[in-house]
């Protein structure tokens, strides 16, 4: 069974960088696609981006000019990088694998971390 | 980027009701749509994919319908375990996008 699982700090400064990695275990990191989703208390869900086991990427255009996802392989984990944070971007941070049925195109997330609240405040 | 709107935002039903919740994109977006239950404190859960296909393990009380701009979500008999948010969610282009949530609450 896939399980997947965030970790970073939860609690971020203004104008500084948010970081988490997500550590997938029960499978493999390639051949995926893997996203990051987040979810500002009591709202509703957004795509930050996603990144394919061999390193291309693709990200929100609201975010892309702050966002970075990367990939390491050989730990199988994939990490984001959020740069200059407002309180904005408080949020609960979801890592997702891409399920790679028909009509998903990777952008179809059939394993979820369990989530990481993330608060920016000085 | 694509809009996706639920309908209703919330709605109180019964056990063994039959529900349906309402999804409509922005424009055209063939069968790229999913839902996703997610209950409270929970991480979303994917239900549907592709419109009507039903993710492995997911109850076959759950069925969706629809293509081109209007989807339905819709479950033929409310067990207790189905309380919570439905979000329907784009996979047709980027960025993918997801509705505003509908809440199943119990009556």
């Known amino acids: 069974q896939v399980q997947l699982q965030e970790s970073g700090p939860g609690l971020v400064k203004p104008s500084e960088t948010l970081s988490l990695t997500c550590t997938v275990s029960?499978?493999?990191?390639?051949?995926?696609?893997w996203s990051w989703i987040r979810q500002p208390p009591g709202k509703g869900l957004e795509w930050i981006g996603y990144i394919y086991y061999s390193g291309s990427t693709n990200y929100n255009p609201s975010l892309k000019s702050r966002v970075t996802i990367s990939v390491d392989t050989s730990k199988n984990q994939f990490s984001l990088k959020l740069s200059s944070v407002t309180a904005a971007d408080t949020a609960v941070y979801y890592c997702?694998?891409?399920?790679?049925?028909?009509?998903?195109?990777?952008?179809?997330?059939?394993?979820w971390g369990q989530g990481t609240l993330v608060t920016v405040s000085s | 980027d694509i809009q996706m709107t639920q309908s209703p935002s919330s709605l109180s039903a019964s056990v063994g009701d039959r529900v349906t919740i309402t999804c409509r994109a922005s424009q055209s977006i063939s069968s790229y749509l999913n839902w996703y239950q997610q209950k409270p404190g929970k991480a979303p859960k994917l239900l549907i994919y592709?419109?009507?296909s039903l993710q492995s393990g997911v109850p076959s009380r759950f069925s969706g319908s629809g293509s081109g701009t209007d989807f339905t979500l819709t479950i033929s008999s409310l067990q207790p375990e189905d309380f919570a948010t439905y979000y329907c969610q784009q996979s047709y282009s980027t960025p993918s996008t997801f509705g505003q949530g509908t809440r199943l609450e119990i009556k």
């Open positions: 997702a694998r891409g399920y790679l049925g028909p009509y998903c195109g990777g952008d179809c997330y059939d394993y």
């Open positions: 592709a419109a009507s």
């Open positions: 029960g499978g493999s990191i390639s051949s995926y696609y």
